[in-house]
């Protein structure tokens, strides 16, 4: 998880202040993709404990991609007819 928020940060910094409204752009700017960051700014704005921080963010993360969740399932081919 944390190289994909590093390396996607800037896709994701509007998702991101969408579920965390009180971040302002320079918080976000600040963040720069580092999850440790996030979750300080998120104690910060919201008075929640660094587990708590974690949590909200990991939750938000298996949402933002479900795919990473499920395993990845192969189609089976269809039966050969005699």
């Known amino acids: 998880?944390?190289?994909q928020i590093?390396?996607?940060?800037?896709?994701?910094?509007?998702?991101?202040?969408?579920?965390?409204?009180?971040?302002?752009?320079?918080d976000l700017?600040?963040?720069d993709g580092r999850l440790?960051?996030?979750?300080?700014?998120?104690q910060a704005r919201y008075g929640v404990t660094s587990e708590e921080a974690h949590d909200q963010v990991n939750q938000w993360y298996a949402r933002l991609i479900p795919?990473?969740?499920?395993?990845?399932?192969?189609?089976k081919a269809p039966a050969a007819v005699l």
């Open 1 to 3: 998880m944390l190289e």
């Open 6 to 26: 590093r390396d996607n940060w800037r896709p994701m910094k509007g998702a991101v202040q969408e579920r965390w409204f009180r971040l302002t752009d320079d």
């Open 29 to 31: 700017d600040q963040i």
């Open 36 to 42: 440790e960051r996030l979750v300080r700014r998120i």
């Open 67 to 75: 795919e990473r969740r499920r395993p990845i399932q192969t189609r």
